[in-house]
């Protein structure tokens, strides 16, 4: 029996060796001289210290999620870690930003990008979803949270019914965390005007194929009987395909986000943002070794976004914006959609982190086209 189990176990590293060998191999280089490049840039674009105006604020909330075993009629308790940041002089009326991570990721991934926010006068707030940051889960119910597409937007109304706000002005969402942040764009009333970063959808990404297979390890991950035997590989996995150290529950977390993810889904969101005139700023770069670039020229293209369309933003920090007239008044509904597609030839899949000046810019212009 014992040999037989092991036996199993052979088997299957063996079959995801077979399906991911040559794709790691092809991206491990690059991935690894992204990420060197991505930490240069961070260290320049962190700010030196917290402005004196500025609070920074780190709550626990008990939220409730629903639970995906049948057997189970109560919701999960999870005591869920936020972060918030803004002016000390802030009133009710200051633009709130709601910012959701990338997986795996956390809250603090904003940090600095939300005092620079907080300086313009908004208020930012960077929950810890789930299982990530210091939002943890007891081992045996990491399985249990809702992670499909219906159970984040569910997750997200939740979290900013506990938060009470009836009102996000910008809803800024990165890599995959901008599964969420289309749907909730798309059917969230509460959402006024949506930034999307390193932003993923319309088919899998480079390490979402074959998607079958994320699928796959999904599930070998959530049998009782492999769980310990496969859950610690992960962290090497992340390593080896350029992501920083990770511990065992924010990848878990991360593959259920990949297995579940509608990515042709996403263009239809687009479209309803689109169609309800809600303003929007999509970012990524060339320089991004996770999202290939036929990834968001897909998405754009999808609503009329065109190629001359889209903002470049180059070493040189010369802006090329074509021109582009904006009818009607800032403080009254547009005729039009308001959008903003921005291209930067630098700051890898963090942009967050790493173009956080020109970033703030944007998303300050952006926020003259959200009504009020």
């Given at each position: 029996?014992?040999?037989?189990?092991?036996?199993?176990?052979?088997?299957?590293?063996?079959?995801?060796?077979?399906?991911?060998?040559?794709?790691?191999?092809?991206?491990?280089?690059?991935?690894?001289?992204?990420?060197?490049?991505?930490?240069?840039?961070?260290?320049?674009?962190?700010?030196?210290?917290?402005?004196?105006?500025?609070?920074h604020n780190k709550l626990t909330l008990?939220?409730?999620?629903?639970?995906?075993?049948?057997?189970?009629?109560?919701?999960?308790?999870?005591?869920?870690?936020?972060?918030?940041?803004?002016?000390?002089?802030?009133?009710?009326?200051?633009?709130?930003?709601?910012?959701?991570?990338?997986?795996?990721?956390?809250?603090?991934?904003?940090?600095?990008?939300?005092?620079?926010?907080?300086?313009?006068?908004?208020?930012?707030?960077?929950?810890?979803?789930?299982?990530?940051?210091?939002?943890?889960?007891?081992?045996?119910?990491?399985?249990?949270?809702?992670?499909?597409?219906?159970?984040?937007?569910?997750?997200?109304?939740?979290?900013?019914?506990?938060?009470?706000?009836?009102?996000?002005?910008?809803?800024?969402?990165?890599?995959?965390?901008?599964?969420?942040?289309?749907?909730?764009?798309?059917?969230?009333?509460?959402?006024?005007?949506?930034?999307?970063?390193?932003?993923?959808?319309?088919?899998?990404?480079?390490?979402?194929?074959?998607?079958?297979?994320?699928?796959?390890?999904?599930?070998?991950?959530?049998?009782?009987?492999?769980?310990?035997?496969?859950?610690?590989?992960?962290?090497?996995?992340?390593?080896?395909?350029?992501?920083?150290?990770?511990?065992?529950?924010?990848?878990?977390?991360?593959?259920?986000?990949?297995?579940?993810?509608?990515?042709?889904?996403?263009?239809?969101?687009?479209?309803?943002?689109?169609?309800?005139?809600?303003?929007?700023?999509?970012?990524?770069?060339?320089?991004?070794?996770?999202?290939?670039?036929?990834?968001?020229?897909?998405?754009?293209?999808?609503?009329?976004?065109?190629?001359?369309?889209?903002?470049?933003?180059?070493r040189e920090n010369n802006i090329k914006?074509?021109?582009?007239?904006?009818?009607?008044?800032?403080?009254?509904?547009?005729?039009?959609?308001?959008?903003?597609?921005?291209?930067?030839?630098?700051?890898?899949?963090?942009?967050?982190k790493t173009q956080i000046p020109e970033?703030?810019?944007?998303?300050?212009?952006?926020?003259?086209?959200?009504?009020?």
């Amino acid at each position: 029996m014992q040999c037989c189990s092991k036996s199993c176990h052979y088997y299957f590293v063996c079959e995801l060796t077979k399906q991911f060998r040559s794709h790691l191999k092809f991206q491990c280089r690059n991935l690894l001289t992204s990420s060197r490049l991505e930490n240069q840039q961070i260290k320049a674009d962190k700010l030196p210290h917290q402005p004196e105006n500025i609070g920074h604020n780190k709550l626990t909330l008990p939220v409730k999620f629903k639970s995906t075993d049948p057997h189970k009629v109560e919701d999960i308790a999870v005591q869920l870690n936020v972060q918030t940041i803004s002016r000390h002089d802030a009133s009710p009326s200051d633009p709130v930003v709601l910012a959701l991570h990338g997986m795996p990721g956390d809250g603090g991934d904003f940090h600095n990008l939300s005092l620079q926010l907080a300086q313009h006068g908004m208020k930012c707030i960077a929950p810890d979803f789930p299982g990530c940051g210091e939002s943890r889960l007891p081992a045996n119910e990491v399985y249990s949270i809702d992670y499909s597409p219906t159970g984040k937007a569910d997750m997200l109304n939740r979290i900013l019914d506990e938060l009470k706000l009836e009102r996000v002005d910008v809803l800024i969402s990165h890599s995959a965390g901008s599964f969420l942040g289309f749907r909730a764009a798309a059917e969230n009333d509460r959402i006024k005007s949506a930034v999307f970063l390193n932003f993923l959808g319309g088919k899998p990404h480079r390490y979402a194929r074959p998607h079958n297979v994320i699928q796959f390890f999904s599930r070998l991950l959530k049998n009782p009987r492999l769980q310990s035997f496969y859950s610690p590989l992960l962290p090497k996995f992340y390593e080896l395909i350029g992501f920083a150290r990770y511990d065992v529950q924010p990848l878990q977390v991360a593959i259920e986000n990949v297995a579940t993810a509608e990515f042709e889904k996403i263009l239809d969101h687009v479209e309803t943002i689109k169609n309800k005139k809600k303003p929007a700023m999509f970012c990524f770069a060339t320089t991004d070794k996770l999202v290939e670039l036929d990834i968001p020229y897909n998405i754009l293209n999808h609503v009329g976004i065109k190629e001359s369309d889209i903002i470049n933003l180059c070493r040189e920090n010369n802006i090329k914006e074509p021109p582009r007239e904006i009818t009607g008044e800032i403080d009254k509904l547009l005729p039009e959609w308001y959008y903003k597609a921005v291209q930067f030839d630098r700051g890898g899949h963090l942009l967050q982190k790493t173009q956080i000046p020109e970033l703030t810019k944007h998303i300050i212009d952006l926020l003259k086209y959200v009504h009020r």
